[in-house]
């Protein structure tokens, strides 16, 4: 039900930053609300790892999780109103190299796995040099 395009992907020397977008179509500002709301990154070579998500609450009344590799740094939030989901990231690191997937899950919380997202986006690749 939900079809997700993700920018804002680039090069960027490390230590800087970056804000991925993410808009959702065929949705309502009320439908995208239902959903929860995941970044995941893949890293050539690399499994597909969980980056952030975000509940299905409203923007203005969300919880969210974080990695541990990227707590402190990055910021997930949502604009249900704008069907559009961002992750800020901060003082990047090469490591943070790799292609990011907007994903969306119905239900609650904020799910780590990616089994328990039915949607996903293409992807929208980030580099990071020193």
């Known amino acids: 039900q939900v079809q997700l395009v993700e920018s804002g992907g680039g090069l960027v020397q490390a230590g800087g930053s970056l804000r991925l977008s993410c808009a959702a179509s065929?949705?309502?500002?009320?439908?995208?609300?239902?959903?929860?709301m995941g970044w995941f990154r893949q890293a050539p070579g690399k499994e597909r790892e969980f980056v952030a998500a975000?509940?299905?609450?409203?923007?203005?009344?969300?919880?969210?999780h974080y990695a541990d590799s990227v707590k402190d740094r990055f910021t997930i939030s949502r604009d249900n109103a704008k069907n559009t989901v961002y992750l800020q990231m901060n003082s990047l690191k090469p490591e943070d190299t790799a292609v990011y997937y907007c994903?969306?899950?119905?239900?609650?919380?904020?799910?780590?796995?990616?089994?328990?997202?039915?949607?996903w986006g293409q992807g929208t690749q980030v580099t990071v040099s020193s």
């Open positions: 975000i509940s299905e609450i409203s923007w203005s009344g969300s919880s969210s």
């Open positions: 994903a969306a899950a119905r239900g609650r919380g904020t799910p780590v796995g990616r089994y328990e997202y039915a949607y």
């Open positions: 065929a949705a309502s500002g009320r439908t995208f609300s239902s959903y929860a």
